[in-house]
């Protein structure tokens, strides 16, 4: 298959991280006789400084062009005070609006040997292995109205039912393909959105006899998330709930480095990126952890180009680097060979 | 001194909790000199089932009537399936909103020779000794529109700038009186409400120059509450972000059948309960663990009759009990002796 990928390096790590991921995606085109054809864009603080503006034209213009789209990270203390029309993460949020990413799915799973690193006890962390399923592109992020004054503000937190629909539907086939669970998470006993999404949820189920669903109070999640963090498997949810879920759940197993994310559309378009920020304090040094990264192409062979064998060559080549005795200056073990960023993309290549 | 404090028992093992409280309450009166008059009156599911309203005309006269509300917990599968105008937590909502009590303070500590029952790694829970100070009666929960129809829902978070004055403010006294650190957690990469906020928080900094302040966007709250919970000392935040970070933080240490809340507004008055629900599974048993509506009468008398001494007796009162080789069902340690509801209260008496 031949394939055209947008590549947004970004800002900080986001440049040796996605060189790296787009390394291993070349070796899987020689590898599988695929041509991943790259085309290079501006997206963040980077795009600000080059064009003045977080999501320039000419990038929507290489992304359309696209079959997918690899970002690396955004942001930095450089553009932390600017307006927030010139803010890196505009270019984030205009991207995912504009191509109307509606799901984001961040899968959450316990990486064997890493449990030193989880700030949950072994017992809890060992076993988990769940996906939060996010909407992505509606609610509190976009509603209208949304201003503020000298004396008060207000932000709007709107669905429609399609747009309940198409996110729930998410949920329950990512759940079939895994262990058969979804967790819807809402906030019915307060909001008329939530109520609106539970009925939707009650509804779908009806079409998934096979799927077991639970419904979780938003709060009652953040607390289970931390209690009983291996029973959980699909996790679907409205847009900010799943942002701080989401973000809850990626430190609970001490892996955040690792973790990749997709914000996908019906289509197959998509855009793949690690979860990590652009942490600046290390870039430019060679030594970030580039899994993450690697990871968002599995996921993006696998969700947006249907190619399964594919994708699961490149995450067992990734944990096996660990397991053959290697880390990265993040996750450090005793006895294991520290890797800088490049060395680990061979390192995986090889495997 | 003479107070009157009203006193709502709720649901399931609201009964017995706050049962245990107020013989706590009275000792403290005998014991110090002062007289607590008690009225009862009915909330919650309780409250539906005899009046046919979760909070009724005769509850809110009684706490008119009263210098402070001691509450116990509402809600239970009964009830779950009632339309919302006839939800118990529609008795809480009511309650907090009638009364102004904009300032939910939930204090979360961790509980010497208690981090077994924490979730997380010991290092981490140990040291934990936040208060929680969530907005109450604004943003998400009471803004309109809100409303539903079969295509659509639409939720407001609005905010007038003193509504967050007079939050902020609350959380820089708290401060001032603890660790002398105010984390305020909003949104203000999204959220015009935060951006007010935030506004608002660097506005009242300028008069509390003991204070250090740390701005922290929601998800990263939820990270860092699990990551590093020994660096919070006053969290200040709106609405639902408190809820759910609140119950987020309430499982940190493995005491959460041991936390208390009050919710007030600037005058004293305030109404306190536990942060544990109605236990329906083992309500009536006499073995719910009455710390914390124990600890709710400790907050009380300091936050509404201005009896600090009172206040710290009670506290130091209920850790001994545990010191000294006690615990309850939900908190067993090999060795210690269990005793039941009533026979801790009459134990924190004789402390
Ligand atoms: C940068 C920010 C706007 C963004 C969000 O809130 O969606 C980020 O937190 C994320 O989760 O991708
Ligand atoms: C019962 C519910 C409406 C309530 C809330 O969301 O405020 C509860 O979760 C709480 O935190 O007291």
Redesign the pocket.
């Known amino acids: 298959m031949k394939k055209t990928v947008a590549v947004l390096h970004g800002d900080g790590v986001g440049q040796e991280v996605t060189e790296a991921a787009v390394k291993v995606l070349q070796s899987v085109g020689r590898r599988f006789d695929h041509t991943f054809e790259v085309k290079k864009g501006l997206i963040g603080g980077i795009a600000i400084d080059e064009t003045g503006d977080p999501l320039p034209k000419e990038t929507i213009d290489v992304c359309e062009k696209s079959d997918a789209v690899l970002l690396g990270a955004v942001g930095g203390p450089k553009w932390d005070q600017n307006p927030s029309e010139l803010r890196p993460e505009k270019g984030l949020l205009g991207i995912r609006k504009h191509f109307g990413l509606f799901a984001n799915l961040r899968p959450v799973k316990a990486v064997k040997g890493m449990s030193e690193a989880s700030p949950l006890k072994d017992h809890l962390s060992k076993d988990v292995d769940m996906m939060i399923v996010r909407e992505l592109t509606g609610g509190l992020y976009f509603g209208e109205p949304k201003r503020k004054t000298h004396n008060g503000a207000v932000d709007s937190l709107t669905y429609s039912r399609e747009e309940i629909e198409r996110i729930v539907e998410q949920g329950f086939e990512l759940a079939r393909l895994r262990k058969g669970k979804v967790t819807s998470v809402d ?1 019915a ?2 909001l008329e959105t939530s109520k609106l999404w539970r009925e939707v949820v009650e509804e779908k189920k009806a079409h998934y006899p096979d799927v077991e669903v639970e419904h979780l ?1 938003v ?1 009652a999640a953040a607390m289970k998330l931390i209690t009983q963090p291996a029973s959980f498997d699909v996790v679907v949810t409205e847009n900010l709930f799943g942002d701080i879920l989401s973000d809850e759940a990626s430190v609970l197993t001490g892996s955040l480095g690792m973790l990749p994310s997709a914000s996908i559309r019906s289509d197959g378009f998509g855009l793949y990126e690690p979860v990590h920020g652009s942490a600046p304090d290390i870039a430019g040094m060679n030594i970030a952890n580039p899994s993450a990264a690697i990871l968002s192409v599995a996921m993006m062979l696998k969700y947006s180009f249907g190619m399964e064998t594919e994708a699961s060559a490149v995450e067992t080549a990734v944990y096996s680097v660990f397991d053959d005795g290697y880390c990265t200056t993040d996750v450090q073990k005793s006895g294991h060979r520290v890797l800088t960023t490049s060395a680990f993309a061979d390192k995986v290549i090889e495997e």
Chains 1, 2 share one sequence.
């Open positions: 906030k006993n307060v109070l709060d």
